[in-house]
């Protein structure tokens, strides 16, 4: 295994959750949410978001792959999709990992829209702004992080490192 060192704590990420959780509640105040997990990634953000929120809530998810090969443009590819009677006049709430280029969440936010939600909002546990290709804001930030590759709490390196229960990154050397 490769030497790695904390970014966030695990301590830190925790807190943070308790804030937002409370934030998403106050805003919504009795109407009932829908959290919808981007997978994998965002699946241990999600449990622990909603663990946390003491509220009405529900639970769906959806799959999409994000790749950047020679001459693509980014492509996103959904590879487990929404049903629309899950998304139809519902707050949906699209819970990420991390926002970097920021397409993923740009494709997301269209495709959810399309199916006709009451509301649709974003809340992402990290934030990349230097990274953004296309414009994106997040409506629930968990911290603002520089341009560094981060693994754990969900985020991989090649599928693995997501069970670290802080966030990290690779130390070179
Ligand atoms: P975007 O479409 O470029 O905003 O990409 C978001 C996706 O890229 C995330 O859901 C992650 O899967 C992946 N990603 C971006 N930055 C990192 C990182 O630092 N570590 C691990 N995965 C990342
Ligand atoms: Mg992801």
Redesign the pocket.
């Known amino acids: 295994m490769e030497k790695i060192d904390v970014l966030i704590s695990e301590e830190k990420l925790q807190e943070r959750i308790k804030e937002l959780a409370l934030e998403i509640k106050d805003d919504f105040k009795n109407e009932e949410v829908t959290f919808v997990s981007?997978l994998k990634?965002a699946v241990f953000f999600t449990v622990d978001l909603m663990k946390k929120y003491d509220s009405d809530c529900t639970l769906d998810v959806v799959r999409v792959s994000?790749y950047v090969g020679e001459n693509s443009t980014?492509k996103i590819d959904l590879k487990i999709p929404l049903k629309e009677e899950n998304i139809k006049d519902k707050n949906i709430i699209i819970v990420?990992?991390?926002?970097?280029?920021?397409?993923?969440?740009n494709f997301l936010v269209d495709y959810i829209k399309k199916m006709n939600p009451k509301t649709v909002k974003t809340c992402v546990m990290l934030d990349?702004p230097s990274r953004r290709v296309v414009p994106f804001k997040a409506d629930y930030v968990g911290f603002t992080i520089d341009d560094?590759?981060?693994?754990g709490y969900g985020?991989?390196?090649d599928e693995r490192y997501r069970n670290l229960p802080y966030i990290g990154y690779i130390k070179n050397n």
Do not use: C, N, P, W
């Open positions: 981007v990634g994000s980014g990420e990992d991390i926002v970097d280029t920021g397409r993923t969440f990349k560094l590759f981060v693994i985020l991989d390196y």
